[in-house]
């Protein structure tokens, strides 16, 4: 079968099982309603400026840990990912087991990085130790692979959707954090550091690791940020 027609043929069976009923129109408006956001565009802009990279972190949350955890659990859930695929995963860390993840990073970066320059790294993952937690992203290759095998036309695609996907519900919890006034930096040290984070909490062998996110009290604010011309940037045709 052409491998388009089995997309058609997958979306049909999921559809022509039984027509949907007719409602009237009072009771579809009254159940589109609440899920309508409404938030200005200004006020997402805003947000959107607020978050920046914040490295000068501390452990004094204006939250409770549990919000913490609770806003970071719905903003992934909320992400948006190719076909709904749902592949984000997350690792979130705190206290103790915040301090324990930076000396793992610590204990592996002795290994590839020379004694005499060593001073400039420890002084970075003090910073990042520094920090009230941190949130793991992990993508599910599992995942990937059955969407491969369900829609053979885009199998090659899925591997860079999910890649996005990850990056989507990365920004996501950087707004809602920000919101919040939580600051927070995104940090790559895998594959470095994978077999370790996988042995010390029994991540699932098909989480990929993509990215660790410390998070924090502000202590000092970030630079100024300085942007690109938009003409270098932005092609607008009408």
């Not at 997402?44 to 400026?49: E, M, R, V």
Request: charged share 25%; proline share 5%.
């Amino acid at each position: 079968m052409d491998p388009f027609q089995q997309i058609l043929k997958s979306t049909l069976a999921r559809t022509d099982d039984a027509p949907p009923a007719i409602k009237p129109q009072a009771l579809l408006e009254a159940e589109l309603k609440p899920r309508i956001a409404h938030v200005a565009v200004d006020d997402f802009l805003s947000l959107a400026k607020a978050r920046r990279t914040i490295y000068t972190l501390g452990k004094d949350l204006p939250i409770a840990e549990d919000e913490v955890v609770d806003i970071i659990k719905e903003a992934i859930r909320q992400a948006p990912s190719a076909f709904n695929s749902q592949s984000s995963r997350a690792l979130i860390l705190l206290g103790k087991e915040h301090d324990r993840f930076w000396e793992m990073v610590r204990d592996q970066l002795r290994k590839v990085i020379p004694a005499e320059s060593f001073h400039a790294t420890a002084d970075k993952l003090d910073g990042f130790a520094a920090a009230a937690g941190s949130v793991l992203f992990f993508e599910d290759q599992e995942v990937v692979t059955h969407m491969q095998r369900q829609y053979i036309a885009y199998a090659d695609n899925f591997p860079v959707w999910s890649e996005q996907s990850s990056g989507i519900a990365q920004y996501a919890v950087w707004l809602a954090l920000a919101e919040k006034s939580i600051g927070a930096n995104l940090q790559h040290y895998n594959p470095l550091i994978d077999l370790d984070v996988r042995a010390a909490w029994q991540i699932p062998e098909s989480w990929k690791l993509r990215a660790e996110m410390n998070f924090g009290s502000i202590v000092a604010a970030a630079d100024e940020k300085s942007y690109i011309d938009d003409d270098k940037r932005f092609i607008v045709a009408r």
